[in-house]
């Protein structure tokens, strides 16, 4: 069965400093989808990126960098440099598809990001 | 592109009233299309998901069903509120073919008094 843990429900940082995101997934395919999205206060999450099994190539998008390792099924989220608008609920999801071949997708419960000015 | 709409954004219901709450997308067609719940601090729960008009899985047997009467258009019902559903309810849509990440909607956040 799938699951996805994000065992750090929340996080304070201060300002500017560097703050990584842990994501640990469990699935039996060997095709499958990962994925980060961001819940600012307003509540609508936000897609951020998304990472297939069989690329392990990190990413880097700005500040935000992601870090993709199968040999220990993880998917962690960097952010350098945090700053105050970085506040949000992030989650990580694992997509792939069930018996039926229908698409499933299963979220972590969500990190909670306070950076502090 | 492609965009997403809920409505209504928020909601104050009584215990036993009925619930109707839309979401459509527009600029794709043949969307996978998807109904959350998050309570209050927590993660999301899939309530239902549908591949097509008229085809609805439902994840959680509870109070609410869910019609996609049209192919961008999603409704989520139920005849008599519990206090118990009470939460943001979001609405996203997938690519139905690549399946790939899913794109939500700005949420509709709902209170049964």
């Known amino acids: 069965a799938q699951k996805v843990t994000q065992a750090q429900t929340e996080i304070s940082v201060v300002e500017k400093e560097d703050v990584t995101l842990d994501c640990v997934y469990e699935?039996?395919?060997?095709?499958?989808?990962l994925f980060w999205y961001k819940q600012p206060p307003s509540g609508e999450l936000v897609f951020l990126i998304r990472?297939?099994?069989?690329?392990?190539q990190n990413e880097i998008s700005g500040r935000y960098s992601w870090n993709f390792q199968k040999s220990t099924s993880s998917f962690n989220f960097t952010i350098t440099a945090s700053q105050v608008v970085d506040s949000a609920v992030y989650f990580c999801a694992l997509s792939d598809t069930d018996s039926g071949g229908y698409q499933k997708v299963t979220f972590g419960i969500g990190t909670k990001l306070q950076v502090i000015p | 592109s492609q965009t997403i709409h809920q409505w209504p954004a928020t909601l104050v219901q009584p215990v036993g009233s009925p619930l109707s709450l839309e979401c459509t997308v527009e600029?794709?067609?043949?969307?996978?299309l998807y109904w959350y719940r998050q309570a209050a601090g927590r993660g999301l729960q899939l309530l239902f998901y549908s591949v097509g008009i008229g085809q609805i899985s439902s994840e959680v047997p509870q109070n609410l069903s869910a019609s996609r009467p049209q192919d961008r258009q999603f409704i989520l019902s139920s005849k008599k509120l519990l206090l118990s559903d009470s939460g943001f309810y979001l609405c996203?849509?997938?690519?139905?073919?690549?399946?790939?990440?899913?794109?939500f909607g700005p949420g509709t956040r709902l209170t049964v008094t």
């Open positions: 699935t039996r395919d060997t095709t499958y989808y």
């Open positions: 990472r297939n099994s069989f690329d392990e």
């Open positions: 996203a849509w997938a690519d139905g073919t690549l399946l790939y990440e899913q794109y």
């Open positions: 600029g794709t067609s043949n969307p996978n």
